[in-house]
């Protein structure tokens, strides 16, 4: 079964550059990596996705090394309004159609002043 | 933001009353979810549907049952609900059974 591991909280201040990565084993092989972010109140919001390498749009870019153990969320420059949770999701190995899908517990990122 | 809408958004009811979440698209995605989130356990799977009354089982599905009878409702319903399901709820759609979701705005659930 597979499982994820992210770090429970990060600190930053404005303008820096943040990476947070989860670890993730026993994945499927044919699926997305995927993260979240989640604002108070609100649903989780897809944030972006990759199968391998490295992946940017105009929010964040993903890292993911060849042996997919491991994805690396980076946001450049923070600002305030990144303090969120972030979560990795990640498919459990096993057949396409019923396979688990694996959350993280995510981390909370509080972007200081 | 895909088209998802929750109702109710919130809810206080009492141990032993029925209680139904209803979940609304309008994307015309195949598959939906319900999830709660809580603290120190993240988002957690109660059931999902992958057609018009095509529904399985997710992670956390005692004492919940779910029922899909159009493309773009999805219903929730606790038979008698429970302190242990105070919870926040989401919906979520996606066009595959993937990690690529997207999510409602939840309902806050409180059973007394």
């Known amino acids: 079964l597979a499982k994820t591991t992210q770090p429970i909280s990060m600190d930053s201040y404005e303008g820096q550059e943040v990476n947070i990565t989860c670890s993730h084993n026993?994945?499927?092989?044919?699926?997305?990596i995927t993260w979240y972010q989640q604002f108070p109140s609100q649903g989780p919001r897809f944030i972006i996705q990759?199968?391998?390498?490295?992946v940017t749009n105009e929010v964040a870019s993903l890292f993911i090394p060849a042996d997919r153990k491991s994805s690396t969320l980076s946001l450049p420059r923070v600002s305030l309004s990144d303090t969120a949770v972030y979560y990795c999701?990640?498919?459990?190995?096993?057949?396409?159609?019923?396979?688990?899908?694996?959350w993280g517990l995510g981390t909370s990122l509080a972007v200081n002043p | 933001d895909a088209g998802i809408t929750q109702s109710p958004r919130h809810k206080v009811t009492e141990t032993g009353t029925p209680v139904t979440l209803r979940c609304h698209q309008t994307?015309?995605?195949?598959?939906m979810y319900w999830y709660r989130q809580d603290p120190g356990h993240g988002l957690r799977l109660i059931h999902y549907?992958?057609?018009?009354?095509?529904?399985d089982k997710g992670e956390v599905s005692d004492g919940y049952s779910v029922s899909r009878s159009k493309t773009e409702d999805f219903l929730l319903t606790l038979e008698s609900a429970t302190s242990s399901q105070t919870s926040v709820y989401f919906c979520?759609?996606?066009?595959?059974?993937?990690?690529?979701?997207?999510f409602g705005p939840g309902t806050r659930l409180t059973v007394l």
């Open positions: 999701l990640v498919g459990d190995e096993g057949e396409s159609f019923n396979r688990k899908l694996i």
């Open positions: 026993n994945i499927a092989t044919n699926d997305y």
């Open positions: 990759g199968y391998k390498t490295k």
């Open positions: 994307e015309n995605h195949r598959y």
């Open positions: 549907s992958y057609g018009v009354k095509d529904t």
């Open positions: 979520a759609i996606s066009h595959s059974r993937g990690p690529t979701q997207y």
